[in-house]
């Protein structure tokens, strides 16, 4: 049984700092492609930033260059998702998502082979 389980969401101040964490379990880690999605109320899933199966390439929306630090530790089968300068516009549910060997630089809600139940961040003044 595939299991994505993500974990750090909460509340935290516009222009703090958060770090998410998503732990897999039944399968191997070390050829999924990870991602983080969010949706907020109303809106569509969005891309927010993948890696590589390899963990070589790292991508990003252009809304959370800068801001935003996706990276992985194989031997915990976790990926991270360090968020700074957080913004109001940021607050959604944020979902962790795998892609077995996938290596490309676009990633697509569709295209994800499996999905955490997501973690809420709400950015407050």
């Known amino acids: 049984q595939v299991q994505l389980v993500e974990s750090g969401g909460g509340l935290v101040q516009t222009g703090g700092s958060l770090r998410l964490a998503c732990t897999a379990s039944?399968?191997?880690?070390?050829?999924?492609?990870m991602a983080w999605f969010r949706q907020a109320p109303g809106k569509e899933r969005e891309f927010i930033a993948g890696?590589?199966?390899?963990?070589?390439?790292?991508y990003y929306a252009d809304s959370v260059k800068g801001r935003f630090t996706i990276s992985r530790d194989n031997t915990k089968n976790t990926v991270y998702l360090q968020m700074n300068s957080l913004k109001r516009e940021d607050t959604a549910v944020y979902y962790c998502?795998?892609?077995?060997?996938?290596?490309?630089?676009?990633?697509?809600?569709?295209?994800?082979?499996?999905w955490g139940k997501g973690t809420l961040v709400t950015v407050s003044s």
């Open positions: 890696i590589h199966w390899s963990g070589h390439s790292t």
């Open positions: 039944g399968l191997n880690f070390n050829n999924q492609a």
């Open positions: 998502a795998a892609r077995q060997w996938y290596s490309g630089g676009v990633y697509s809600a569709r295209n994800m082979d499996y």
